[in-house]
């Protein structure tokens, strides 16, 4: 399964072209544009008009057999037997102790087939549990996905001659103009993504960015992204939290990663339920927002109130959008109330190699909400 | 019904009879046509009968013995003690007996220093294990911890451990013997040793000895038991899959479709083969399912057993020992690693004991027969079992021979059942490793599902016939009903 060699995505040959600065980053075996011309920029324009961003590095693996339902019963946090075809949900899969593995979209194609889509890969764990069932697992990572993302992100897809009547979290197969794609709406982020098989990258990349040329569309790479996501709260595995590897491993916890909606305790028979069920009021720490009052960023640094440490930042970025350092939190329950007034050290710079303290403020999540996202 | 138990083993009848005498209603359900699972006698050839695998007993919890007054019922011993002699190609043969001066002079033909140092070893392997006995025998009573020497013996290794305390192959072998489970280079097999040391039979520590009338009399007897405490046994009920409901066990489903309703299960599964049934599979979380189905035994034994028309001859030992075939320690090495990448080991390390020496009923005037247990043997033979059932049975005879001349003419009749006969009748064992040595009870018995107790051999330490773990399972599932 391990592929060493670092993979281009099928719209490499326009990332090149567009990437001004040269600046490129790998996610998960494939290379990407980081940014294009400025990472606050894009970001900035996914605000406020459209942005495509390339999101093949995204982990994708079709599951396939008669007993597919009921592996997934097993996996999944949440019961996928309902979905009808073109329907799909999120959520998350734990290890045996109840750590968290991963989190993704369970996406129904057909009555013996489901499409996993994730932001870090376990491909070892799933088709070592599938293979009791006679699960197949089949690596669809050979496509092309396009974010379209923005206010006018809809517009742009009519300009395109594309189907916007989808709700949040469906899919559909269509034949666009003379070439088979997916349009689905995944992300967190309200927009649609398109996927295509790897020979049509250059051309869906042309027609969208043809069709949003009037909306101002522009390309936005993997910084912006994710400053996008830490916009909308929402903790990554491998980015904010280093996910379960081991199979009795009883962190990170679902709770402490804000991620409790993704589970569903009705469901009786999925896979770490009772180590969940058993630690979930136990937890002591949960996800919160924090507003840094410092234009530098401070990713993973203690927060302090009183001089006692009471929990500490995940990711941290510079938000173009609310014009300061914002962070995600894993907080006390004692302290995590918005509103509540912290102070952590930031990192030491060039420009500042003395030791800073900063106040910080405790902030309801998402920071900034965006219609139709699925965010939890 | 209060309780069902699956399985009608030693184990199983065990933690029935333990279940009806605390006043619950208890039926037992056995798969196949006769009780006793592995421990039975057969009759193997007309007028010959022996013990179909386990052909002494060493850990049978003599609790069990006098709580459910199995002396009464029937149970006796045609060998309380039996000697180990362990057989040496040169015709030295050594006997390791209760007597420790006794075997020090016997020893002392090997080696001097050996003979001297027999007793302080002795000494320590029983002191050692007497200790164990509260995490062995029982749940051990908060408070209590682990001697500080089983830690460092759980980082060591036997070949090791032995080298330390002796220098000649026959004693080092002989006492490797008792713990051919795990290979001697395998960090924390001496455990192995002092699980074995641990164990007391007829009041004598670390004991074999041999039931009158075979394994099965101590079947019969435990099954007389379980009639007296009205224990419902039904044998040819073949179990299909155990009911779950919101976690909890609420029954089982026969093969014929019968439904039988209880709070409590215990079965006499191993945990490969509780993966095996459906409510097992929905319980069982992803990393246990699947770090199970990768724990898939690689070493197992075979039993041979031989109808001999005159007494065997082993140089003049007594015949009523448990003798043994092993050369050196590296013998258990070389078999383990052989059998591990599943070809056939080249020395094989034997286990001989002569049933008829000690009770003459077991075959006919005169006549003999000889129980051979080889371990390690491959669990899965690269060219499969079925053709190599004979060549396997020619070399164990051919291995006896040599300490044993003459005994190849005067067989008459064999039976041989490979890793994969018993494994097909028995079911699939659980894989011994020094985790599950060290690991408490309630870990082997409980289950994610309520109300579900493992009570087999796959739940004791090291598998044996000692009727512990039902006597446990059925304290847990009566703890569990009290609340």
Excluded at chain 1, 342 to 366: G, H, I, N
Excluded at chain 2, 163 to 174: H, P
Excluded at chain 2, 383 to 393: I, M, R, V
Aim: with cysteine.
């Amino acid at each position: 399964m391990k592929k060493p060699v670092v993979r281009a995505t099928p719209f490499h040959a326009r990332a090149a072209a567009a990437n001004l600065e040269n600046t490129w980053v790998t996610r998960n075996g494939i290379t990407l544009a980081s940014s294009y011309a400025d990472a606050n920029d894009e970001a900035l324009a996914a605000r406020l008009r459209v942005v495509i961003a390339d999101i093949s590095w995204r982990w994708r693996v079709m599951l396939e057999g008669p007993r597919v339902v009921e592996f997934l019963a097993k996996l999944v946090t949440r019961d996928v037997s309902k979905l009808a075809p073109g329907a799909s949900l999120k959520a998350l899969w734990l290890a045996d102790g109840g750590g968290v593995r991963g989190a993704g979209v369970f996406a129904r194609y057909g009555r013996e087939s489901f499409l996993l889509a994730a932001s870090a890969p376990d491909p070892d764990w799933i088709a070592e549990a599938a293979a009791p069932y006679d699960v197949k697992l089949r690596d669809m990572n050979e496509e092309g996905g396009l974010a379209i993302v923005g206010p006018t992100a809809q517009a742009t897809l009519q300009a395109a001659q594309l189907p916007v009547d989808l709700e949040p979290l469906a899919f559909r197969k269509l034949s666009w103009r003379g070439i088979e794609v997916t349009l689905s709406r995944f992300g967190e982020h309200g927009g649609f993504e398109i996927w295509c098989a790897p020979d049509d990258g250059v051309l869906v990349w042309d027609r969208i960015a043809r069709a949003g040329e009037s909306f101002g569309l522009e390309p936005a790479g993997v910084a912006a992204m994710d400053m996008l996501d830490l916009e909308a709260g929402i903790a990554r595995p491998e980015r904010d939290y280093e996910p379960a590897r081991d199979g009795t491993a009883s962190g990170p916890s679902p709770v402490a990663l804000g991620l409790e909606s993704l589970i569903d305790v009705e469901h009786q028979v999925f896979s770490g339920r009772a180590a969940y069920l058993a630690s979930r009021e136990k937890e002591p720490k949960r996800l919160a927002g924090i507003e840094i009052d410092s234009d530098t960023p401070a990713p993973f640094t203690p927060l302090l109130l009183k001089g006692r440490v009471v929990g500490h930042t995940l990711r941290s970025v510079w938000s173009p959008a609310l014009r300061r350092a914002i962070a995600l939190a894993q907080i006390d329950v004692s302290c995590f109330a918005p509103g509540t007034k912290l102070t952590l050290t930031l990192p030491p710079s060039l420009a500042v190699p003395e030791l800073r303290t900063a106040s910080a403020c405790v902030t309801a999540l998402p920071f900034l909400k965006v219609p139709d996202s699925i965010a939890p | 019904m209060s309780a069902i138990v699956v399985g009608g083993g030693v184990n199983g009848l065990v933690a029935a009879t333990y279940l009806a005498r605390a006043g619950r209603k208890v039926v037992l359900l056995e798969a196949k046509d006769a009780l006793g699972g592995a421990c039975a006698t057969t009759t193997f050839a007309t007028g010959f009968k022996g013990p179909t695998i386990a052909h002494a007993l060493t850990a049978l919890d003599p609790r069990v013995v006098a709580e459910l007054k199995l002396a009464r019922r029937g149970l006796k011993f045609a060998v309380r003690d039996m000697p180990t002699v362990a057989l040496r190609a040169d015709g030295k043969h050594l006997v390791i007996g209760r007597d420790v001066r006794a075997t020090a002079r016997g020893i002392a033909a090997h080696s001097r220093a050996d003979a001297e140092a027999w007793p302080r070893f002795r000494r320590e392997l029983f002191d050692l294990a007497r200790a164990m006995r509260p995490f062995w025998w029982d749940e051990p009573k908060r408070g209590w911890n682990l001697p500080p020497t089983i830690a460092t013996l759980r980082r060591q290794n036997l070949a090791a451990w032995l080298d330390s305390r002796f220098e000649s192959d026959a004693v080092k072998a002989a006492v490797a013997c008792d713990a051919s489970g795990l290979s001697p280079l395998v960090p924390g097999s001496p455990l192995l040793l002092v699980w074995r040391g641990c164990q007391e039979m007829c009041g004598l520590q670390s004991a074999a000895a041999i039931p009158l009338g075979g394994p099965g009399a101590l079947v019969d007897a435990l099954t007389a038991a379980a009639k007296v405490a009205s224990v419902e046994l039904r044998t040819g009920a073949h179990v299909a899959d155990i009911l779950v409901k919101d976690g909890a066990a609420t029954g089982v489903v026969l093969e014929s479709g019968e439904e039988i309703v209880a709070k409590r299960v215990l079965a006499s599964l191993s945990h490969s083969q509780l993966l095996a049934t459906k409510a097992g599979r929905s319980a069982l979380g992803i990393g246990e399912s699947t770090a199970l189905e990768r724990s898939v035994p690689a070493v197992a034994s075979a039993k041979v057993l031989l109808a001999l028309n005159a007494a065997p001859n082993f140089g003049g030992s007594p015949s009523r020992g448990r003798f043994l075939l092993a050369d050196k320690i590296e013998t258990f090495v070389t078999a383990h690693a052989a059998s591990r990448a599943g070809c056939m080991p080249e020395e094989l390390a034997l286990e001989v004991v002569v049933p008829t020496a000690a009770d003459p009923a077991l075959a006919p005037m005169g006549q003999h027969v000889v129980s051979i247990r080889i371990a390690p043997l491959p669990r899965h033979l690269a060219g499969g079992w079925d053709a190599a059932k004979a060549p396997l049975a020619a070399k164990a005879i051919a291995a006896l021979e040599r300490c044993a001349p003459g005994l190849a003419r005067h067989v008459t009749a064999a039976q041989v059942l490979t890793p994969d006969d018993i494994a097909k009748r028995y079911g699939e064992e659980d894989e011994v490793t020094v985790e599950r040595v060290m690991s408490d009870w309630p870990s082997r018995i409980l289950t994610p599902i309520k109300g579900l107790f493992l009570c087999g051999a796959a739940s004791e330490p090291v598998g044996a016939v000692s009727g512990r773990a039902g006597r446990i399972a059925a304290a847990h599932a009566l703890r569990e009903a009290a609340k």
